[in-house]
């Protein structure tokens, strides 16, 4: 009786730590977004206007960006800043969730899992700065040519935001395909072979997410489509090349 007691009381302990322990790693991955929102808000203005830079460049003389909304032109930076301290501060908070998992792993889990983190991260950020300097310039390119003659585009500033967002977020999903693809393999949710022998759909299928998630033109659709199916060649590739070097160290 004494002995379970002790026990319960011993789980009741780990139990409370480990919330503590959570706690302390929300508030440091939140006093870094917050931080880092506070050094970025005098570059608020700034920020956008690099983000608008594309969509100015493409619009005629006569004109220019709007705001619907009285407090447009204020909003629009300020959730912007929001969105990018958010960004800039994924690898911190990925760090702080691997310092409360990791005590939990093995030693070889835990180098899998550094290795498919800093992999990710790469791969999102490699996303974003490949949507922001290829796929954007097409899509604005396309619907500002795309429009009559008789209108004058206008866009405006929180419809532009939430657009380059959409957009921005799905290609930094898209380049994850890599990492998903080793996941898939490594945990036996698919095997090698039959990702190969289905390489076929899988590519169309690629194809039919690139219709929707990208603006609709084939050169931004293809845009997406390629390196989604190429990424996916490259996580076959890598699996296989981890696989021998298991098999033959």
């Known amino acids: 009786m004494t002995e379970h007691l002790v026990s319960e009381n011993l789980t009741e302990m ?3 730590e480990h919330l503590i322990e959570l706690r302390k790693r929300l508030i440091y991955s939140i006093g870094a977004v917050v ?3 506070l050094v970025l808000l005098p570059l608020a203005q700034q920020n956008y206007h690099v ?3 594309p969509l100015i460049s493409l619009l005629p003389v006569n004109s220019t960006m709007i705001a619907t909304d009285v407090m447009g032109t204020f909003l629009a930076p300020f959730k912007l800043n ?3 301290a958010i960004l800039v501060s994924i690898p911190f908070i990925l760090y702080q969730f691997w310092q409360f998992v990791a005590p939990a792993l093995y030693q070889n889990e835990r180098r899998f899992g550094v290795a498919l983190a800093v992999s990710s991260i790469f791969l999102f950020y490699l996303g974003l700065l490949f949507a922001y300097s290829l796929i954007l310039p097409l899509a604005l390119k396309f619907f500002v040519l795309a429009s009559p003659e008789n209108v004058l585009p206008m866009t405006d500033i929180n419809s532009y935001l939430d657009f380059c967002l959409k957009l921005f977020l799905a290609f930094g999903l898209a380049f994850q395909i890599p ?3 080793y996941i898939i393999i490594f ?4 095997s090698i072979q039959q990702l190969e022998e289905h390489r076929k759909h899988i590519i169309v299928f690629f194809f039919f997410i690139a219709m ?3 603006p609709p033109d084939v050169f931004s659709m293809l845009a997406l489509a390629v390196p989604m199916w190429l990424l996916f060649e490259l996580g076959l590739w890598i699996t296989k090349l981890t696989t021998i070097k298991k098999e033959h160290p």
């Open 82 to 84: 929001i969105y990018l």
């Open 212 to 214: 929707f998630i990208t």
């Open 51 to 53: 983000l608008a830079r």
């Open 14 to 16: 780990k139990y409370s």
């Open 179 to 181: 990492v998903l693809t």
């Open 187 to 190: 945990i036996g949710i698919l």
């Open 35 to 37: 931080a880092i929102f």
